[in-house]
């Protein structure tokens, strides 16, 4: 037998294979988004934890910083004349306004889900402040900026408020009412505004869910005679649950961030005005810690309530 000679063989190709070619456009595509994330958010970070934990004195081109421990929480949660206070506020404002934000999102979401004239325009006109959200158009909207629009936003903000909340209740058969049940029902009224004003992307990702829902549901459901009310709970509410859980979350996040909020604000103060570095650090680290276990006890409470599609329970 004659010996097929070398050059018959094929030749193995050299260089990288087509796998780990993808794999290196893919982290040259992030390869921007690494190196901001390491000079922009990582090394801050460090910096933060670092700074509340230390005295922080501006001398000329440098910072000393000098190791005190615990000092700046301590001072955070005892001295601070309205830290505490103001997290006190914000944890309460935050346990009630979240269940409203979630409802009412839900709400608009179905309604918007329905075929009627000038449906995109409705849809454009809720999603709008997610477009032009800043902190000072809302002050000045709600009425709590001293500029010299702030008699227009007060005068448009009174719009979404009310002083006859007993009056009302009155009038529509309900007597007795608590002080307490009253002035739950004037802060709600208070803050329509403000719920319908932070609820765009919730009603968003609602949408996106009800999408979803194939159109063979709704004809079994009307097959069997099931009611717009049993619509509901058996096949809408079953399909959005999940995103009750990233809702629930995100509004929680989002009212902890709000530009309204006085623990940012006192945070800011502190550092801007007072130039206290590490105070501000400690107190915006605890701060964080609390909206964390926050998220998380919702978490654990909402999702023995959700329903998953693969879920065999």
Do not use: C
């Not at 914000?90 to 918007?112: D, G, N, R």
């Not at 809302?138 to 009425?143: A, N, P, V, Y």
């Not at 206290?276 to 998220?295: E, H, K, L, P, T």
């Amino acid at each position: 037998m004659k010996r097929r000679s070398s050059e018959s063989f094929p030749k193995k190709r050299s260089g990288l294979t087509y796998s780990r070619r993808k794999s290196l456009y893919g982290y040259g595509f992030i390869s921007l988004w690494l190196v901001g994330t390491v000079f922009f958010f990582i090394i801050p970070l460090i910096e933060s934890i670092r700074y509340s934990f230390s005295e922080i004195a501006i001398k000329p081109k440098k910072l000393e910083v000098e190791f005190v421990g615990l000092k700046n929480y301590i001072y955070a949660l005892n001295k601070d004349p309205h830290y505490t206070e103001y997290l006190a506020e914000t944890l309460k404002e935050t346990l009630w306004k979240t269940p409203l934000i979630i409802i009412f999102s839900l709400f608009i979401a179905v309604v918007l889900n329905q075929k009627f004239k000038g449906r995109g325009l409705a849809r454009a006109i809720f999603f709008l402040p997610v477009i032009i959200v800043t902190g000072p158009v809302f002050r000045i909207i709600s009425g709590d900026m001293d500029t010299s629009g702030s008699i227009q936003g007060e005068q448009f903000s009174t719009m979404f408020s009310t002083d006859l909340v007993g009056e009302l209740l009155e009038f529509l058969g309900i007597y007795g009412t608590g002080d307490g049940l009253r002035s739950y029902i004037t802060a709600i009224a208070d803050n329509i505004f403000g719920i319908v004003w932070s609820s765009g992307v919730q009603i968003l990702l609602f949408l996106a869910a009800l999408q979803q829902i194939p159109s063979s549901a709704r004809e079994a459901a009307e097959l069997e005679g099931a009611t717009s009310w049993e619509y509901f709970w058996k096949i809408t509410f079953p399909y959005v649950s999940p995103f009750i859980l990233a809702n629930t979350i995100y509004t929680v996040i989002d009212t902890f961030t709000s530009p309204m909020n006085k623990v940012m604000e006192r945070i800011l103060t502190l550092q801007n005005q007072d130039i206290n570095y590490g105070g501000a650090s400690a107190m915006a680290w605890m701060y964080f810690a609390a909206a964390m276990v926050f998220i998380v006890i919702i978490a654990l409470i909402a999702n023995r309530f959700i329903y998953y599609e693969n879920d065999t329970r």
